[in-house]
């Protein structure tokens, strides 16, 4: 009879406890789909609000492109109305117009050469010429760069850089630097050579020298740690990294070509330029004019934007030298141009067992070079790979 009773309360010990761990599963089971739909829902909203910022992000450098682009025009129209042309900054050539329009100073860091012009009276003497002369020589020395997307003078509270555009790359005859306390002896033999020619009642007065013989590589000592930082970060060939620099820009800091690409490395801010940014802090976003003018950024981001043509496009391409020639090409003309190259489209998946398959590195490189869609990219590779050369 107590084994009974014992049977009896074990059954209805098991059958509450039953349903209290139902009750608990149940429970549970309902707080895992309430926390999955918070989830699901937070998720949700992160992916609207990404959305927002990326079409923001869109609209605002569309706003910002189309108002720089209407004023940039009046400003061209003003300056020629003064000069009779526009002295077009690029990104081998820096210029820099004084605020009333009446000199400027343009460097052509390929030819290595500077000239600077002024517009004076009619009746202006020798001297007055020298001393108009030796205020835009001691403003070119001693320039900063302008953060003003128009070719003017900045203002002395918001320089672009640290350090003078040409420090140490303008020497007289024994080799020494011209500084400020100099450019009157400097200035007064320009003036003995210099081109006059009459514009609407004015003079237009023109002198030109030539940059220190290693003003190149002055350059390059000035950025070379932020290049070799990102080329050990990114585990980049720093020889490639260099003479892509010196293709792209020749080591000029305010570089802008006619496409909008900015800076030393030349990103355009809306391809390689959001693609780098994207990957390096992981937002959507167009970078910015001023950020894309920082050396540091720039090259940062330039390097990346390597490794990613590198390890998102041409990853499976077993040749190093092979992969090298098409990432070089990819640089200025993107990866899809590089694959229509192989196959007549544009689909890089497609294009890289083609590659893969091309007996030798050179074969790739003389294909490039003959099929390459754009002149331009063919030059571009040709002298990329020649310039390595001297960085080795």
Known sequence: MKSAFYLLFIIITMTYASDDVSDYL???NEGIRSLR???KQGMEQQRREFRKYTYQSRAEFNTWHASRKKELQEFKKQIKKSWGEYVEPSNKVWVE?????TSLASVDFEEGKATLSVLVNADASKEQIKEKIEKVLARAITSKGSNDYKPVEAEKAKPRFSKPILEKQVVDNEGDEITVIGVSKFAQGLVEEAKTTKRDGRLKVEVSFDLAPDHLRKRIERFLPFIKKYCKKYDLNLARVLATIHTESQFNPM???????IGLMQLVPVY???EAYNYVYGTDAIPKENFLYNPEKNIELGCAYIYLLKNRYFPSVENEEKQRYCTISAYNTGPNNV??????????GGAVPVINKMESPQKVYNHLIRELPYRETRRYLAEVTGRMKLYK
């Open 255 to 261: 570089a802008i070509s006619s496409a909008n690409a």
């Open 339 to 348: 694959a229509y190259a192989f196959t007549g489209e544009r689909s890089v």
């Open 37 to 39: 739909k918070q989830e």
């Open 272 to 274: 390689g330029g959001r």
């Open 97 to 101: 117009y004084s605020k009333d329009n």
């Open 26 to 28: 149940k429970k549970q």
